[in-house]
């Protein structure tokens, strides 16, 4: 028991570890923990109903999630190579494409809670 404890806290703070490594090296990261702050902020001053803080979470937690896999991906694709290649750099297009596509969405979810 105490060792499945031990394992399960080994595994939330490696995971907290990638989220500080993205937020400590990537500048968009950085970017999204301000929109996200000034989001909660705003939604606390319109005094947001249930289910749009429920739409803001979700979409919160999608943005972080697709950069986060994003700069996972780039850290992969540094580690296999560093010199031009066209197929890195389809690989990079496309997952920041995926990033891009979430944080379009993100806008048109605050513009409808929060216009
Ligand atoms: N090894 C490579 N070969 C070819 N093109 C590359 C390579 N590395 C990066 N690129 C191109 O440069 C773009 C930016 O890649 P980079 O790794 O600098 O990401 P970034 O500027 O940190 O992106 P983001 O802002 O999404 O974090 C890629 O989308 C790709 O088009």
Redesign the pocket.
Known sequence: MISWLAKLLNSFHHAIQGIWYALRT???MRIHMAATIASIVLGLYQGLHSWEWCCLCITIALVWMAEIF??AM?CL??RI??????Q??KI??MS?GA?LIMALSAVGVAFIIFC
């Open positions: 990537q500048r968009n994003n700069s780039e694709c540094d190579t560093t010199e031009e290649d066209p890195i750099a990079k297009d920041a990033v």
